[in-house]
């Protein structure tokens, strides 16, 4: 009998899943890969700045004060170095360029809960300023694709209306 094999997405998105295990939050695992050409060029994971304390070898800060999950990203050890953000770094230190390329983000909560693995808006910023071309996730429906040049404009009118709300 032959083996199915994955196509192109599927194949990328277990490398994603795969390094999100690298993770070093106890909440949630994340991984991204960037592709160019067929290749993988790089990856990364959410998790702490190099050489600094994580959740894995020092208390998470959420759960000792209690905050929520998806919120106060600037409180975590490892919110501030999303997947996304991680692999476009690792990119720039040893792949050399990002542009026309295509990135892959899977994960999952560690309570159990499927994730839908959408960028924040922070990454979003991060993923269009990269020159990445393509975004290919895992969500409870399947595969979702998006054109990052979509979210340029989206972007800024989401930002007004949020930041008019603060005031």
């Known amino acids: 009998m032959e ?5 192109k997405d599927e194949y990328f998105l277990q490398i994603a899943l795969d390094t999100s295990k690298r993770s070093t939050c106890k909440r949630r695992h994340f991984g991204a890969v960037i ?21 894995l070898t020092e208390e998470c800060l959420k759960d000792k004060y209690g905050m929520q999950p998806g919120m106060a990203y600037e409180h975590c050890r490892a919110g501030p170095l999303h997947a996304e953000v991680n692999a476009i770094i690792n990119a720039s230190r040893h792949a050399g360029g990002t542009i026309d390329s295509t990135i892959y983000i899977a994960g999952e909560y560690l309570d159990e809960r499927i994730s839908d693995a959408h ?10 300023n990269a020159g ?8 409870e429906k399947g595969i979702e694709t998006f054109l990052a040049e979509d979210w340029t404009k989206e972007a800024f009118e989401t930002e007004d209306k949020d930041i008019k709300g603060f005031y």
């Open 3 to 7: 083996k199915m094999r994955p196509t």
């Open 35 to 55: 592709v160019k050409e067929d290749s993988q060029i790089s990856s990364g994971y959410n998790g702490s700045a190099r050489g600094a304390p994580n959740c």
């Open 119 to 128: 960028p924040c808006k922070s990454c979003q910023k991060a993923i269009i």
């Open 132 to 139: 990445i071309e393509k975004v290919v996730i895992r969500t």
